[in-house]
């Protein structure tokens, strides 16, 4: 059984504007990156299915699926908010992004895949239930979440977000509901400006000062996520895997290195292990260095396919 890999065209053609950091070329890099090391060759790749409205609806309002449809253009751009633009092609792209996430959900929980990466954008951690925003319109990973709780019979799911910004929509959707744990790890000086107190007991929240560097990413997750996911014993491991916190993405300054994010997917793995049956599913956030991204997601991927 190889790692899932779900990914479609259609994410490539979503566009916020010349210059924009999340752009087409992130997943192209991603791909090559991929092939080039021999990983795809490990894998079972999947063109992602679009996500039905049902699926959405489960953790997004359908006014704001009513707001976004009424917002997209059929040329040039819309703007949903300073740094968040809509093309003719984002709405495609989205359910696309979202709709791998729960393909990919389906592979791992019927045992078809041991785990599975999906690579898509528009990114999904900071769409809320009623609206989207920094670069995101539907939460892909939240709605792989809702989907296992609802359709695979799971009683508890983790959510683990490592990007360099705060999930501050899977937290909007998830905060008080005990049937997932949300563990998320952040710059806490960045977007959208989370402060320490978490919500809820289901979020576990490992804000990191600028410059800390990868040691203190691994000491907080040892300390607050590692002991947190134990107690709760998750059947399932969704991961918002953003590559941003790398010390060569100019979006944030965590200074994280590959060796990094290699360390925190053995980590996510050991646990999938322990209560999970290994079953992983995760869905690309951030990363906007393309040279950075590629050998990020590349060491993250290497872990999964490794498994
Ligand atoms: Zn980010």
């Given at each position: 059984?190889?790692?899932?890999?779900?990914?479609?065209?259609?994410?490539?053609r979503?566009?916020?504007?010349p210059?924009?950091?999340?752009?087409?070329?992130?997943?192209?890099?991603?791909?090559?990156?991929?092939?080039?090391?021999?990983?795809l060759?490990?894998?079972q790749?999947?063109?992602?299915?679009?996500?039905?409205?049902?699926?959405?609806?489960?953790?997004?309002?359908?006014?704001?699926?009513?707001?976004?449809?009424?917002?997209?253009?059929?040329?040039?751009?819309?703007?949903?908010?300073?740094?968040?633009?809509?093309?003719?092609?984002?709405?495609?792209a989205?359910?696309?992004?979202?709709?791998?996430?729960?393909?990919?959900?389906?592979?791992?929980?019927?045992?078809?895949?041991?785990?599975?990466?999906?690579?898509?954008?528009?990114?999904?951690?900071?769409?809320?239930?009623?609206?989207?925003g920094?670069?995101?319109f539907?939460?892909?990973?939240?709605?792989?979440?809702?989907?296992?709780?609802?359709?695979?019979?799971?009683?508890?799911?983790?959510?683990?977000?490592?990007?360099?910004?705060?999930?501050?929509?899977?937290?909007?959707?998830?905060?008080?509901?005990d049937?997932?744990?949300?563990?998320?790890?952040?710059?806490?000086?960045?977007?959208?400006?989370?402060?320490?107190?978490?919500?809820a007991?289901?979020?576990?929240?490992?804000?990191?000062?600028?410059?800390?560097?990868?040691g203190?990413?691994?000491?907080a997750?040892?300390?607050?996520?590692?002991?947190?996911l134990?107690?709760?014993?998750p059947?399932?491991?969704?991961?918002?895997?953003?590559?941003?916190?790398?010390?060569?993405?100019?979006?944030?300054?965590?200074?994280?290195?590959?060796?990094?994010?290699?360390?925190v997917?053995?980590?996510?793995?050991?646990?999938?292990?322990?209560?999970?049956?290994?079953?992983?599913?995760?869905?690309?956030?951030?990363?906007?260095?393309?040279?950075?991204?590629?050998?990020?997601?590349?060491?993250?991927?290497?872990?999964?396919?490794?498994?």
């Open positions: 059984m190889l790692t899932a890999y779900l990914t479609h065209p259609d994410c490539e979503h566009q916020m504007g210059d924009h950091p999340e752009c087409p070329e992130r997943l192209a890099v991603l791909n090559d990156h991929l092939l080039i090391k021999g990983l060759d490990c894998m790749a999947e063109e992602a299915p679009e996500v039905t409205d049902e699926q959405l609806l489960r953790v997004h309002c359908g006014l704001w699926l009513a707001q976004l449809q009424a917002l997209s253009p059929a040329s040039g751009y819309a703007r949903l908010d300073a740094d968040t633009l809509v093309n003719a092609y984002t709405l495609r989205a359910r696309r992004a979202a709709g791998a996430a729960v393909r990919a959900v389906d592979l791992v929980m019927s045992g078809q895949a041991p785990n599975a990466f999906c690579a898509v954008r528009p990114p999904g951690h900071h769409a809320k239930r009623s609206t989207g920094g670069f995101c539907f939460n892909n990973a939240a709605v792989g979440v809702a989907h296992a709780l609802a359709v695979h019979g799971v009683q508890r799911v983790a959510l683990v977000d490592f990007d360099v910004h705060h999930g501050d929509g899977s937290e909007d959707i998830w905060a008080g509901d049937r997932v744990l949300l563990c998320s790890s952040y710059q806490h000086d960045l977007y959208p400006f989370r402060d320490a107190a978490p919500p007991s289901n979020v576990v929240l490992a804000p990191l000062p600028a410059r800390s560097g990868g203190a990413m691994r000491e997750v040892s300390q607050h996520w590692l002991p947190a134990q107690r709760f014993e059947e399932l491991l969704v991961i918002s895997a953003g590559f941003d916190a790398h010390r060569e993405d100019d979006m944030g300054n965590l200074g994280w290195s590959e060796s990094d994010y290699q360390w997917t053995e980590q996510l793995l050991q646990q999938a292990r322990a209560s999970a049956r290994g079953r992983i599913v995760s869905c690309l956030e951030g990363g906007y260095s393309l040279s950075a991204l590629a050998r990020s997601a590349g060491a993250h991927v290497r872990v999964l396919v490794e498994a």
